[in-house]
């Protein structure tokens, strides 16, 4: 058995684990493959395991790897920060992209989704401890930001990304945690088709699926250490 079977087992384990725990489906928690930096052929081991979803920060990369994986039938995540200049390329090449924050970025992605493929799934980011460093949207302006998501046509508004603040105790983590579900549970009110909570990576994944996530972003777990860039 190769390393990243074992990791992806474990894993798989590890969620299973912890939805049990919270009295919870593990099948209501999918897993998101963080592939950033990661070549295409590390990317094929993991799909061939089972993986289809794959989360990619980093446009140019990402869109070889779409490219050199094209014979696969895998879904396409982009989970980083968002340049006006790109979205045209993101809006023309993944299924998903979890980091809208603002409503220029949503019309762009509107704008240049091509009329032969299906809305574009988004979900909104929000900075949920409120760092001036990191991007989202801030709670108060979630419902307003949705809002106007739901007049795009090619957009399809499907949930919430959450990163907390770094270096947090576990009960800060909870509380983190915690204050989004009930966002998204608000957002699902108003907008039924809201089925995403994408929050928990590596290190707090069996706390963000306490909290409510359906969705981890798992990377250094699954892939191993990647070389800093």
Not at 48 to 62: C, K, P, S, V, W
Not at 69 to 97: C, M, Y
Request: proline share 4%; with cysteine; aromatic share 6%.
């Amino acid at each position: 058995m190769t390393d990243v079977k074992k990791r992806f087992q474990q894993i798989h384990h590890e969620i299973s684990t912890s939805a049990s725990s919270a009295q919870r489906d593990p099948k209501s928690i999918q897993l998101l493959a963080v592939s950033k930096t990661w070549p295409a052929e590390a990317l094929r081991e993991v799909a061939l395991l089972g993986q289809r979803q794959f989360g990619e920060n980093y446009l140019q990369e990402a869109l070889d790897k779409i490219d050199a994986l094209a014979d696969l039938d895998l879904e396409w995540h982009f989970i980083g920060p968002i340049q006006s200049n790109k979205t045209r390329d993101i809006a023309g090449h993944f299924d998903w992209v979890q980091s809208v924050d603002r409503e220029k970025i949503a019309r762009r992605l509107d704008e240049h989704r091509p009329d032969s493929l299906a809305p574009l799934n988004v979900c909104i980011q929000i900075n949920i401890d409120e760092e001036d460093t990191k991007s989202g949207t801030s709670p108060e302006k979630l419902q307003t930001l949705a809002d106007y998501i739901a007049t795009l046509d090619k957009l399809c508004l499907r949930g919430l990304m959450v990163i907390p603040s770094p270096k947090q105790s576990t009960d800060e983590e909870k509380d983190s945690f915690s204050r989004a579900y009930e966002l998204f549970q608000q957002l699902r009110q108003t907008y039924p088709q809201v089925d995403t909570l994408s929050m928990g990576m590596s290190a707090d994944m069996s706390t963000a699926i306490a909290c409510g996530s359906t969705m981890v972003r798992i990377g250094t777990a699954l892939f191993g250490q990647r070389d800093k860039r």
